[in-house]
């Protein structure tokens, strides 16, 4: 058998790869084996003789075909399992996780106006202390405080106009009571004045027992003479 080595060896120090890689073909012995130089073995890479073989790679269908299982559970039991539960998945981790998630959620609803920055300031504290679960709890919080807010703001609305009309009401009462007492007192003294008319017009009758009086005045004096 003839020994190819120096035609291999030209080969891959023309193609930069390794001895491995260069495959020579092996119906064409005797044309290869002729040739002892660089042009010649490029002339044979050429006509296709000698060719650089792929580079060997690890197929990854087994890992997607594992990883596609694991996403729905498989081969995650507790015979798979290496490590404890917060060495696995840190609660610290799930809480910064949880947490960035509700403040991004909370911030997005500031910046659109659609919270203000009290039920803002509320909210966040809430999220501090751990009492939403999810963006979805949060949500529906959200929602039934706003709800709540507006209906707060419509009774708030209602006892004010209702108080606004009261005021009104007893405003008009006041002004009809007010028309009224003035009504009755310009009656009053027009009445008054009407009966000091008729008096001042009216002549002025004598006194009772006058006349007597004054007869008895005279008799006096005459008795007082007749005595003497």
């Known amino acids: ?44 890479l050429r006509d296709f003789f000698i060719i650089r073989k792929p580079m ?24 798979k399992r290496h490590g404890t539960k917060e060495a696995r998945t840190p609660s610290k981790s799930l809480w910064v996780r949880r947490v960035r998630v509700l403040r991004r959620l909370l911030r997005k609803y500031r910046e659109g106006k659609k919270i203000d920055k009290t039920l803002y300031r509320k909210l966040y504290t809430s999220i501090k202390g751990n009492v939403f679960r999810n963006k979805r709890n ?4 959200i929602h039934k405080a706003k709800s709540e807010l507006v209906r707060e703001k419509q009774l708030s609305d209602q006892l004010e106009a209702k108080t ?23 009656r009053a003294q027009l009445a008054k004045a ?6 001042k017009a009216a002549p002025k009758p004598a006194a009772k027992g006058a006349p007597a009086k004054a007869a008895a005045k005279k008799a006096v004096p005459a008795a007082k003479k007749a005595k003497k």
């Open 138 to 141: 949060l949500m529906e919080y």
């Open 56 to 79: 060997a790679a690890r197929s990854r269908a087994r890992w997607a075909r594992t990883k596609a299982a694991k996403t729905l559970g498989r081969h995650c039991g507790i015979g």
């Open 164 to 186: 606004l009309r009261s005021s009104e009401k007893r405003e008009k009462s006041r002004v009809r009571e007010q028309k009224r007492r003035d009504k009755e007192r310009m």
């Open 194 to 199: 009407e009966v000091m008319a008729r008096q």
């Open 1 to 44: 058998m003839v020994s190819l080595k120096l035609q291999a060896r030209l080969a891959a120090s023309i193609l930069g790869c390794g001895r491995r890689r260069i495959w020579l073909d092996p119906n064409e012995t005797t044309d290869i084996s002729g040739v002892n130089s660089r042009a010649g073995v490029r002339r044979l």
